[in-house]
């Protein structure tokens, strides 16, 4: 990578949620963006954690267990085999950090394919 990637100007590319955007790859890791609002499905990922830090908004990830609720600069990462399901009551951006390809959903059958911005 050469050049600075300003996050919030990548946000303004797009406007669907739950649609992540990968802005960087670090190693074999994608960096990536994305709006959410409302709930997502639950699901879990068997061979990586997932990771969320919070840029603008409020994020509630739910677990069988517990919840935590993020706010902006908070992050939390919800280890591998653990159901969870994202939620926002307002649209909220988030930064994501996972092995490149893993299914956003857990399953590839169901999963958004991966863009590039």
Avoid: C
């Avoid at 649609?19 to 994305?34: C, F, G, Q």
């Avoid at 840029?55 to 992050?75: A, C, F, N, S, Y």
Wanted: charged share 25%; net charge negative.
């Amino acid at each position: 990578m050469e050049e600075k990637i300003n996050l919030a100007e990548k946000l303004t590319l797009f406007a669907d949620y739950w649609s992540p955007r990968t802005v960087a790859n670090l190693n074999e890791n994608s960096i990536m963006v994305v709006k959410v609002k409302g709930e997502f499905t639950w699901h879990k990922h068997d061979d990586t954690d997932d990771f969320f830090l919070v840029l603008k908004g409020r994020l509630t990830i739910q677990m069988p267990e517990r919840e935590v609720v993020l706010g902006p600069g908070e992050l939390f990462v919800v280890p591998r085999g653990i159901e969870h399901r994202p939620v926002a009551e307002e649209e909220t951006h988030l930064l994501l950090i996972e092995p490149t390809g893993t299914p956003n959903t857990g399953d590839p059958a169901t999963a958004v394919p991966q863009k590039f911005i």
